[in-house]
Each structure stands twice: as structure tokens, then as C-alpha cells.
């Protein structure tokens, strides 16, 4: 038995080319299964935050090879990016 807190704890690694994609931070639930769908890992800040974030990562729970103690090996990464929403950028 994992808990969702656990899983925030760990790091995924990609098995493509070994990459770290970053941290769980939310997961997506089916709710008349009660089972888990994907993980989300938020995208990387841009220029310290000032410019927003990169786009989120979402793996499904199927393309998982692995849960291990510090680590969740995932078997591809391409195509699991959704767009977040684009703001217009002001001066100020």
C-alpha cells in the first residue's frame, strides 16, 4: 500500500533517456472505480516564476513501469503534455 503522499515524495524518471521530469504534485481519480487514472507533475517555473510555467505533464497510469522506494520509472514522456491556458503578457 502507497499513499498519495508518498508518491509526492518520489521523483519520476523517464526511461527514454533517463530524464528527471520532476515530482508528483496531483493525481486524477476515476470516481466510479475509486482507482487512480494519471499523475500530474506541474511544469517547470519559467525565469523564476516572473514568466509562468512551462506546460504540465500528465502520465497515465498505464505507461508506469515502476514504483520504488525513491523513484517511479516511466516508460514515455513525449505526448503526455497537455497546454495550460496562455495569458497575454503586460509590461507591467
Known amino acids: 500500500m502507497t499513499r498519495i503522499t508518498e508518491l509526492m515524495e518520489k521523483d519520476v524518471i523517464s526511461l527514454e533517456d533517463g530524464q528527471c521530469l520532476g ?33 504540465d505533464i500528465i502520465i497515465k497510469w498505464e505507461d508506469i513501469e515502476l514504483i520504488g522506494e525513491d523513484t517511479i520509472l516511466v516508460k514515455k514522456a513525449c505526448g503526455c503534455k497537455i497546454n495550460t491556458p496562455k495569458r497575454k503578457r503586460r509590461f507591467f
Request: glycine share 10%.
Open 23 to 55: 515530482r508528483v504534485c496531483d493525481a486524477e481519480f476515476d470516481q466510479c472505480d475509486q482507482k487512480i487514472c494519471s499523475l500530474v507533475i506541474f511544469g517547470r517555473l519559467r525565469f523564476f516564476g516572473l514568466f509562468g510555467r512551462e506546460d
